[in-house]
């Protein structure tokens, strides 16, 4: 055991003189228990081990307590130390790793109380610029909300003139154009004035050539829109859908009816004017009667007593009757107003009005009546009645297009007012505001909406604008129609003037077009279905007017009717020769006669001299075409009983077909009546100029009303 100690201790020197010096020193258990295993060699430890081991039963507790009380801890001590030694030496790595970190860790703390120093000035540094920041960033959200109202009120600024700058540009536009019109505004007056006065029993192509004529010494831009001036796109719709024709005649003579202060007087042959009078005055305590009734002088002084609104029918004069009122020949009495009516002085009634209108296309309207009433001409004129039977075309064939022009334009009215309004609104807010508008926030918001608004029907009146124009366009796709129907009415109006009986009223030309538009469709394009119309309603007129003529007279109708319907089959001079408005001259004829029939081809009869001399004189070109000296190519036509079927085959496609019967009038007049049968059908598109066989039954349930007599004349 003490070897073990000695060893452990450095002592190599082993023996037991050695043993007891160690025993004896001073001090030595203090020694022994302050002593430091790290003072171990491995050379030591394994010198031990082995002892240990080879000593093993020395060192037990017991063994070594019984050979003394001090050797039993000395052993645990020297077993306690190799072991010790053992696990400092496995520390040893981890010692050495704990004694860099110690250092580090000193170090670091030496640098963390340095730094903790630092951080101490530091904090104070922050504290201040905190103390400083807070101060500054109190300043800046002060500064900011300063900004931010600035910027708002910049911005609401800019919108405010952004949203006006639009507005003025329009407005002054607008100032510029009510400056204009404000000028021009003495002159419009006096051109509608005119108009009313001087124009109102005028023709259409009169009324454009005098107003046209009118503007040019006023110094007025034409063209003068007297409708526009007078009226609104809503009124001239209400009065459409109380039954007015559509076209301009009509419009411009219900503004001179409406507008003007003398009594009107309508000369109205198919009374459409006067049954939309009639729904127009419904409201006014209307009363109608005639100029003939038995009552009327009755009827008139109640009228004029209780303010009724009159109108008297079948007026082809004015009655002296009547001068007084229209004269406006009041005597006071007191209070009271009163009017000389035949010998009975009546109350005048302020509320009073009349109108006079008659069915006569020439009433007779003296000097003296006609300065104290206003003519107004709803004669049916071309350009006219194709206006309303296009509106009747389209309210057939396309109605959709009439009733979404229609409610565009009142549409497109309506948005005009609400435009105006707004405006009014928006100038009124701005005049009536205080204090600082920019501030105004209700104000700026309403004028926002008032501004979005604004352009809403702005946009949709530029829309409307482009939609008119296109619906204009597919109106008028159905023009041709409406152009060649409107013809084939003032051909037949025409027939008068060869018999007073053969006098045809609108009413019953309206009444064929409506049929003719009945005509099922087949499907096809627009021109087809108006080729189709066209011919169908050709047809029915034909057949109608045709029942109405004497037999006699159906050729020459037929032939009319071609040469007014169809003007591109004649050349010029060719209908005047043919209906004897032209004639050779007096003096000439007699030399070129005697030239012509000396001249004149043996195959002809020197009666037909003078008419081919005509022919000669007046259609040169077709003279020289037809080579009459040739009489190889004239036998078979000139010894034919049917000569206007069998023309030389080499001048049959040369000529025309109303220059073959012109030559058959010059050279073959004995087949004349034939060939201008054969010409007409072929020109009209018949098979046969009959008119159809007649039926009582057909006339009674498709051509006639109730309201009209049906006359027949047997012969």
């Known amino acids: 055991?003490?070897?073990?100690?000695?060893?452990?201790?450095?002592?190599?020197?082993?023996?037991?003189?050695?043993?007891?010096?160690?025993?004896?020193?001073?001090?030595?258990?203090?020694?022994?228990?302050?002593?430091?295993?790290?003072?171990?060699?491995?050379?030591?430890?394994?010198?031990?081990?082995?002892?240990?081991?080879?000593?093993?039963?020395?060192?037990?507790?017991?063994?070594?307590?019984?050979?003394?009380?001090?050797?039993?801890?000395?052993?645990?001590?020297?077993?306690?130390?190799?072991?010790?030694?053992?696990?400092?030496?496995?520390?040893?790595?981890?010692?050495?790793?704990?004694?860099?970190?110690?250092?580090?860790?000193?170090k670091s703390q030496r640098r963390l109380e340095k730094v903790s120093t630092a951080l101490d000035q530091v904090d104070r540094t922050v504290a201040d610029l905190k103390a400083k920041f807070e101060k500054r960033t109190t300043e800046a959200a002060r500064l900011k909300i300063e900004v931010d109202a600035a910027k708002e009120t910049i911005d609401r600024a800019e919108m405010l003139l952004g949203k006006l700058e639009g507005e003025h540009g329009r407005w002054s536009e607008q100032v510029s154009q009510l400056s204009s019109e404000l000028t021009m505004l003495p002159k419009f007056a006096l051109l509608a004035a005119g108009f009313i006065s001087y124009l109102s029993g005028a023709s259409e192509d009169v009324r454009q050539n005098k107003m046209a004529e009118w503007c040019e010494k006023l110094s007025v831009p034409p063209p003068f829109d007297f409708c526009r001036f007078l009226s609104t796109e809503s009124e001239q719709l209400q009065w459409k859908a109380e039954g007015l024709p559509s076209d301009s005649l009509s419009i411009e003579n219900a503004l001179v009816i409406l507008q003007g202060h003398q009594c009107p007087f309508l000369v109205d042959p198919a009374q459409q004017a006067t049954e939309w009078l009639k729904k127009n005055l419904k409201d006014s305590r209307l009363e109608v009667i005639n100029q003939q009734d038995a009552n009327f002088t009755t009827s008139l002084e109640l009228a004029v007593r209780f303010g009724k609104t009159l109108i008297i029918q079948e007026v082809d004069t004015v009655e002296p009757m009547l001068y007084p009122l229209l004269r406006k020949e009041f005597t006071a009495q007191g209070p009271r107003s009163v009017i000389l009516i035949g010998e009975k002085a009546v109350d005048f009634n302020e509320d009073f009005k009349m109108f006079l209108t008659t069915r006569n296309p020439s009433p007779v309207i003296s000097s003296d009546s006609a300065s104290i009433v206003t003519e107004v001409n709803f004669t049916t004129t071309r350009a006219g009645l194709t206006g309303q039977l296009l509106a009747t075309t389209l309210q057939s064939e396309k109605p959709e297009l009439e009733e979404k022009k229609s409610k565009l334009l009142q549409a497109e009215e309506e948005k005009k007012v609400q435009l105006a309004d707004l405006e009014d609104s928006l100038l009124q807010e701005l005049a009536t505001a205080e204090g600082n508008i920019l501030a105004n926030h209700s104000l700026l918001d309403s004028l926002n909406q008032t501004k979005a608004n604004s352009l809403v029907i702005q946009e949709a009146l530029?829309?409307?604008?482009?939609?008119?124009?296109?619906?204009?366009?597919?109106?008028?796709?159905?023009?041709?129609?409406?152009?060649?129907?409107?013809?084939?009415?003032?051909?037949?109006?025409?027939?008068?003037?060869?018999?007073?009986?053969?006098?045809?009223?609108?009413?019953?030309?309206?009444?064929?077009?409506?049929?003719?538009?009945?005509?099922?469709?087949?499907?096809?394009?627009?021109?087809?279905?108006?080729?189709?119309?066209?011919?169908?309603?050709?047809?029915?007129?034909?057949?109608?007017?045709?029942?109405?003529?004497?037999?006699?007279?159906?050729?020459?109708?037929?032939?009319?009717?071609?040469?007014?319907?169809?003007?591109?089959?004649?050349?010029?001079?060719?209908?005047?020769?043919?209906?004897?408005?032209?004639?050779?001259?007096?003096?000439?004829?007699?030399?070129?006669?005697?030239?012509?029939?000396?001249?004149?081809?043996?195959?002809?009869?020197?009666?037909?001299?003078?008419?081919?001399?005509?022919?000669?004189?007046?259609?040169?070109?077709?003279?020289?075409?037809?080579?009459?000296?040739?009489?190889?190519?004239?036998?078979?036509?000139?010894?034919?009983?049917?000569?206007?079927?069998?023309?030389?085959?080499?001048?049959?496609?040369?000529?025309s077909p109303f220059q073959q019967v012109l030559v058959v009038q010059a050279l073959r007049p004995d087949r004349l009546q034939s060939a201008m049968s054969l010409f007409a059908a072929k020109a009209l598109g018949l098979k046969h100029l009959s008119g159809g066989n007649f039926s009582l039954k057909r006339v009674v349930s498709l051509e006639t009303v109730a309201t009209e007599p049906i006359l027949l004349v047997v012969s």
Request: aromatic residues 8%.
């Open 1 to 106: 055991i003490l070897e073990g100690v000695l060893r452990l201790m450095g002592t190599n020197d082993t023996s037991w003189n050695s043993m007891k010096t160690f025993l004896s020193k001073r001090g030595i258990r203090d020694e022994i228990a302050t002593f430091d295993a790290r003072s171990i060699t491995p050379d030591i430890r394994d010198a031990v081990s082995k002892l240990l081991e080879k000593s093993a039963k020395s060192f037990e507790e017991k063994t070594a307590m019984r050979a003394s009380q001090a050797a039993g801890p000395l052993a645990t001590w020297v077993k306690a130390n190799v072991k010790y030694s053992i696990v400092l030496e496995k520390i040893e790595p981890l010692e050495r790793e704990q004694a860099s970190l110690q250092k580090n860790l000193d």
């Open 462 to 655: 530029a829309e409307s604008s482009r939609i008119q124009v296109s619906l204009n366009q597919e109106r008028d796709a159905f023009l041709p129609l409406a152009e060649t129907a409107s013809t084939l009415f003032f051909v037949i109006s025409d027939l008068y003037k060869l018999n007073n009986m053969y006098r045809f009223s609108l009413a019953s030309f309206l009444r064929l077009f409506g049929r003719a538009l009945g005509t099922k469709s087949d499907g096809s394009g627009t021109e087809v279905r108006i080729k189709t119309l066209a011919n169908t309603l050709l047809m029915l007129v034909y057949e109608y007017v045709c029942r109405s003529l004497f037999k006699a007279d159906r050729l020459m109708f037929a032939l009319h009717l071609a040469h007014g319907m169809k003007p591109d089959l004649f050349q010029q001079h060719e209908w005047e020769l043919f209906t004897g408005l032209l004639v050779a001259d007096v003096f000439r004829r007699q030399e070129s006669l005697a030239r012509v029939r000396e001249t004149l081809p043996t195959w002809l009869d020197q009666e037909r001299a003078s008419a081919v001399n005509l022919v000669k004189n007046k259609l040169q070109t077709l003279y020289r075409t037809l080579s009459l000296d040739k009489s190889d190519v004239w036998g078979i036509f000139a010894r034919s009983s049917q000569c206007e079927l069998e023309f030389p085959p080499s001048l049959v496609k040369r000529i």
